[in-house]
């Protein structure tokens, strides 16, 4: 696209900042509408991280269990 540029680094390497990418093997819900909102454009509606929080505090130790 036209807004992009070109940046000649020189053979270094050009990196986004620091992301700390994870993810916790035990948990319960889905982020999955979030994402998709999110990657469509719409703005950031607050719920994010809380809603698998609520959600695994609700579940059950058996559902957790099943899951992991």
């Given at each position: 696209p036209a807004a992009?540029?070109?940046?000649?680094a020189a053979g270094r390497c050009v990196i986004p900042g620091f992301v700390d990418s994870?993810?916790?093997i035990v948990f319960a819900g889905d982020r999955g509408a979030e994402f998709a909102a999110r990657?469509?454009?719409?703005?950031?509606?607050?719920?994010?991280?809380r809603s698998t929080v609520a959600a695994t505090r609700a579940a059950s130790d058996a559902d957790l269990l099943s899951t992991a």
């Open positions: 992009d540029v070109r940046v000649d994870h993810t916790h990657m469509s454009g719409a703005p950031y509606q607050a719920g994010g991280i």
